[in-house]
């Protein structure tokens, strides 16, 4: 009875195949490549006091507050949805949560890119390598910065006309 139970847990088992692991194998590069990383710009910590600014003020400033030579300057801020959200990531778990969900940003960054080039490609593998060139191009960007949300909402809509333009 043990052996088949065995076996009949075996059979329901997907099988792998090479074109899973090449699937498989590009995000978790990238997932790997990027929580390795560390804060070293010091712009991150402008951006988190301008997030802070946001989240205790409830609104945008929309003069430069923290910089020596422009103090009280109209400035606009930009990035302040990425600038609130890393605040509040840092005040819910530290710089480590910030590190962690920018690998998770990434990596999903690295999942849209390579269903999008999937499409485009001859087969898995050079979607998974044009993928992973990619990603490597983008590495010097994975730095824990706002726009890194921009990247992502781009690489939505992208994959989104895609699907459009082939009428899925």
Same mark, same amino acid.
């Given at each position: 009875?043990?052996?088949?139970? !065995? ?17 498989l ?26 997030? @802070?600014t946001?989240?205790?003020?409830? @609104? &945008? ?13 109209? #400035?606009? #801020? ?8 890393? #605040?509040?990531? #840092?005040? =819910?778990?530290?710089?480590?949560? $910030? ?5 998770? $940003?990434?990596? *999903?960054? =690295? $999942?849209?890119?390579? !269903? =999008?080039?999937? *499409? @485009?490609? !001859? ?23 706002? @726009?890194?949300l921009?990247?992502? &909402? ?15």
């Open positions: 009875p043990r052996i088949v139970a !065995t076996a009949i847990a075996a059979s329901m088992l997907p099988v792998l195949s090479l074109t899973h692991l090449w699937l194998l590009t995000p978790t590069l990238v997932f790997i490549a990027t929580a390795k990383s560390y804060i070293f710009l010091g712009d991150f910590w402008w951006h988190l006091k301008i997030g @802070q946001i989240a205790l003020s409830g @609104q &945008i400033p929309a003069t430069d507050t923290f910089s020596f030579s422009a103090t009280g300057a109209t #400035y606009p #801020y930009f990035e302040w949805l990425g600038e609130l959200y890393f #605040y509040l990531l #840092y005040a =819910s778990g530290g710089v480590e949560l $910030v590190l962690f969900a920018d690998a998770l $940003v990434m990596t *999903g960054l =690295s $999942v849209l890119v390579l !269903t =999008s080039v999937k *499409g @485009q490609c !001859t087969g898995v593998r050079l979607a998974a390598t044009s993928t992973i060139s990619f990603m490597l191009i983008a590495l010097p960007n994975r730095d824990a910065r706002p @726009q890194i921009g990247f992502l &909402i781009f690489a939505v809509w992208y994959l989104l006309l895609l699907r459009y333009r082939r009428g899925a």
